[in-house]
């Protein structure tokens, strides 16, 4: 069955340091990639996507993700985190042609230091 | 564009009673799904439609729930009779019409249902 990974459950941080979140999937054929981040008390706001071509995507808020096929991965990273990127953090995948489902992963709750 | 809509933002009620969560999705988007968020499940997709035909409903529970979309600008969630273990946020998303599996979807604020 198809599943999305995230490796860490919480992530702390101390302002200006560089965040890198894991995510793999579970799928050999073509996927479509999406991290959403979820503010306290708010709901899923997009961050960026991967569909095809370049494989680092660059997203809001300096946020960016590398694709890599060979891994099945699709990290976030970000160089420099604020205070305000305290939030929880989904990875997903869209398998193509199955009609816009989304799988997501278990979340990675950021919490930065002021 | 007013977003996704839903209502009602926070719902309390006992144990055995029905509960309708409600959902308006984005002008012109076609697809309209219903996720559950928990701490211990993280978020589930319980049932999409396509053009207002429910395309995969796995994801429901068990037969309590139940979702309907009789056109394309509202979607109802409803649990009958509800429990404890359904306290959750329920979010309402919607995408556009477009290849399928290549549209971001969009999310609502959530309703955070709580079962006495």
């Known amino acids: 069955a198809q599943s999305v990974s995230q490796h860490n459950h919480h992530v702390i941080l101390s302002e200006a340091a560089s965040l890198e979140l894991g995510c793999n999937y579970s799928?050999?054929?073509?996927?479509?990639l999406f991290w959403y981040v979820q503010y306290p008390g708010q709901h899923l706001q997009l961050l960026l996507k991967?569909?095809?071509?370049?494989?680092l995507v660059k997203g809001i808020k300096g946020f960016e993700a590398e694709f890599i096929k060979s891994k099945f991965s699709f990290n976030l990273r970000k160089p420099s985190v604020q205070w305000s990127d305290t939030a929880e953090y989904f990875c997903?995948?869209?398998?193509?042609?199955?009609?816009?489902?989304?799988?997501f992963g278990q979340g990675t709750e950021l919490s930065v230091k002021p | 564009d007013a977003g996704v809509i839903q209502s009602p933002r926070h719902e309390v009620t006992e144990m055995g009673q029905e509960v309708t969560l409600r959902c308006k999705p984005i002008s012109g988007h076609n697809s309209l799904f219903w996720y559950r968020q928990t701490m211990m499940r993280g978020l589930e997709l319980l049932i999409y439609?396509?053009?207002?035909?429910?395309?995969?409903d796995s994801g429901m529970p068990e037969d309590r729930f139940s979702a309907k979309m009789p056109n394309a600008s509202f979607s109802t969630l409803k649990i009958q009779p509800s429990e404890p273990r359904d306290s959750a946020v329920y979010f309402c998303?919607?995408?556009?019409?477009?290849?399928?599996?290549?549209?971001?979807?969009?999310f609502g604020p959530g309703t955070r249902l709580t079962v006495l």
């Open positions: 439609f396509n053009n207002n035909v429910p395309i995969d």
């Open positions: 998303a919607s995408s556009p019409p477009g290849l399928a599996g290549t549209n971001e979807q969009f």
């Open positions: 799928y050999g054929g073509t996927v479509n």
């Open positions: 997903a995948a869209m398998i193509y042609n199955q009609g816009g489902k989304l799988i």
């Open positions: 991967y569909f095809s071509g370049d494989p």
